[in-house]
């Protein structure tokens, strides 16, 4: 049963992964972010190859080269080599010092180079704002806006406009946590009771996956998020698809379906804007049929995953902070219609 589960969830990530038709990968960077420290990366690696073929070829060299001092001098036991052979190789080790601390010097260099030009690449365009919450073991997010009216809240997903910076302020809910999108941008810390922030720029659309990076108890391996490039327009209209209120019940199941949500415990813990739900220490359902997938990055998000997601949530996550609620029979499939529904 467990091995069934961990295979099925597994299965599930990798179709996640392919469907975005991108690979989760620091080397194939998507934006200046990422692409600054994809250069670093293969800078680090031709060099220290290099190196590691001319040490490996010294050595080599030095054990099948044949000896001059000791064919010289065949007689003696002890080989002391000579006052210019000692010389040669004092400058020779001296020498390779010297280079091994310039080498050192020049990847510290690269590397505070590097930070130094990620810290200073966003505030020269306008970007948006958006806060990331991390929370065992879901994300958060808010877009900031000053007209609190037009502020968009949603979990586990998030879409920015292609070639605009985007500044994330990131924190925490409970323990450290750490927001890793390898395409977009270098891991940075989420810490309960600070502000980290972190610039990142998509120069193309697409989506990449996200992933916690800091082990953060029981599910962070099922602590992912989905970032979701759009042009400009398209992201306009998902911000505006958002704003609105939760969509209206428009059928006999949905609306029962509503019913069945407000009457149980799910509005403690979940928000539904537009219906008294004002749950705030769960993923916001407004709109939870539009997102990709269900319970960070875990289950691609169709009828079938949310049913099972509902019915036993300690099965797909054992350990997550939603309680499982036995609904009576007939409850599950409005339920089900309805969240679906809200788009
Ligand atoms: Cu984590």
New binding site residues.
């Given amino acids: 049963m467990t091995r069934a589960r961990t295979l099925f969830i597994w299965a599930a990530a990798v179709a996640l992964n392919g469907c975005g038709g991108h690979q989760q990968s620091a080397l194939d960077s998507v934006g200046p972010q990422a692409g600054k420290i994809e250069s670093l990366w293969w800078f680090f690696l031709w060099l220290l190859t290099a190196i590691f073929l001319i040490v490996i070829f010294a050595t080599l060299w030095a054990l099948t080269r044949r000896h001059r001092g000791i064919e010289q001098e065949p007689l003696e036991r002890i080989h002391l080599p000579s006052g210019e052979t000692e010389h040669r190789l004092t400058r020779v080790v001296a020498g390779a010092s010297i280079l091994t601390v310039i080498i050192l010097f020049a990847l510290l260099i690269a590397s505070v180079t590097t930070g130094k030009a990620l810290s200073e690449l966003g505030p020269k365009k306008q970007g948006i704002t958006v806060e990331v919450t ?1 929370n ?2 879901w994300w958060y997010v808010r877009y900031l806006n000053g007209d609190a009216s037009r502020i968009v809240v949603t979990a586990n997903e998030m879409h920015i406009p292609v070639g605009r910076p985007v500044m994330l302020r990131l924190n925490s809910n409970d ?1 450290i ?2 927001f890793w999108t390898p395409n977009l941008h270098g891991k940075r810390d989420l810490i309960p009771g600070r502000v980290n922030t972190e610039w990142i720029e998509a120069d193309h659309p697409g989506r990449w996956r996200g992933q ?6 029981m599910q ?1 391996a099922h ?1 992912a998020m989905w970032v979701i490039a759009e042009p400009e327009d398209q992201f306009e209209r998902w911000m505006e698809a958002q704003r609105a209120p939760s969509k209206q019940p428009s059928s006999a199941s949905e609306l029962r379906g509503r019913d069945v949500f407000l009457n149980n415990a799910c509005v403690f813990c979940h928000h539904i804007a537009g219906t008294p739900a004002a749950g705030q220490v769960a993923p916001d359902l407004t709109h939870v049929g539009s997102r990709l997938t269900l319970a960070a990055g875990t289950l691609p998000n169709t009828k079938g995953n949310l049913g099972g997601w509902i019915a036993d949530p300690q099965n797909v996550k054992p350990g997550n902070h939603m309680a499982q609620i036995d609904l009576p029979p007939g409850d599950l499939e409005p339920l089900l219609d309805y969240l679906e529904s809200l788009k």
Avoid: D, R, T, Y
């Fill in positions: 991390g065992q073991w323990v946590h750490s916690c990076a800091e082990f953060c108890g962070h602590m």
